[in-house]
């Protein structure tokens, strides 16, 4: 693992500083949840995306699992009515989630990746290609997605108990198939992402609070939820808070055992 440089440890607080600044001015502004995503993820993503050597495939490789996460997760969150988002659009996909949520969730992933690339691991995106491991990489991305349009369509009517949980369930178990899979070096890794999740939380958290004053997104089912927590005004699932912290784990892990040198 790289420690932490002093030019590190100013580049975090630079980006703490700029997130809660931003976060300051979205709420007064009342920014819409697509400008938010634009300058509170993607800003800095493009910033220290040019500190790192990347290439094409691995942001190919990002956006089509964006897509496929961002299909299977709002089919089941709306159709299951676990959660509503907000848009300044009318067009929606599937009838269903604004068009936004492509975007968020793009964003979300490259700025998790980018993050843990340029504060806690070497710069560099290898993106070493194993067949085996991409196939298995394809094939799930494949079923998520495959999933998520049934959800959205022939079985949108049906009610499943503890939806949410469900899905933090499969998201959990997902992981620990990729590295029974990937026969990966799992401790190494996994402290690393535990790393970098704790330095990125602190601006999704940020982003989550915005969605809630700016009412980008709306809890609206709170028998769905194994337990919920009031936070202005608002009932927030406990599932949700698992979600923002669990996810960059899963994210950085799979990255470094199937795109990156797996340390």
Request: hydrophobic letters at 60%; proline letters at 2%.
């Amino acid at each position: 693992m790289q420690l932490i440089s002093k030019s590190k440890v100013l580049s975090y607080f630079m980006l703490l500083a700029y997130a809660t600044t931003l976060s300051v001015v979205s709420f007064v502004a009342d920014l819409d949840a697509w400008l938010v995503t634009l300058l509170l993820l993607v800003v800095p993503t493009l910033f220290m995306a040019t500190k790192i050597k990347s290439n094409t495939l691995f942001y190919g490789t990002v956006i089509w699992f964006a897509f496929s996460a961002t299909v299977l997760w709002e089919a089941v969150g709306y159709a299951q009515g676990l959660w509503y988002g907000i848009s300044v659009f009318d067009w929606r996909v599937f009838g269903l989630f604004p068009v936004e949520s492509f975007l968020w969730t793009f964003s979300l992933l490259l700025f998790t990746i980018v993050s843990h690339e340029f504060f806690t691991d070497d710069k560099t995106v290898r993106f070493h290609f194993d067949v085996l491991l991409h196939r298995w990489l394809i094939w799930f991305s494949l079923a998520i997605c495959f999933l998520g349009v049934l959800m959205a369509t022939v079985l949108l009517r049906v009610v499943v108990s503890n939806a949410y949980a469900l899905l933090i369930l499969l998201t959990v178990s997902s992981l620990a198939g990729a590295f029974l899979f990937a026969r990966a070096r799992g401790g190494a890794v996994l402290a690393k992402a535990g790393i970098s999740t704790l330095l990125v939380l602190p601006v999704l958290l940020m982003q989550a609070v915005l969605s809630i004053t700016n009412v980008h997104t709306v809890f609206a089912n709170p028998n769905q939820y194994l337990a919920s927590i009031s936070f202005l005004g608002e009932l927030i699932p406990v599932e949700f808070l698992f979600f923002l912290a669990f996810v960059p784990v899963w994210v950085i892990s799979v990255y470094e055992w199937y795109l990156d040198d797996g340390r």
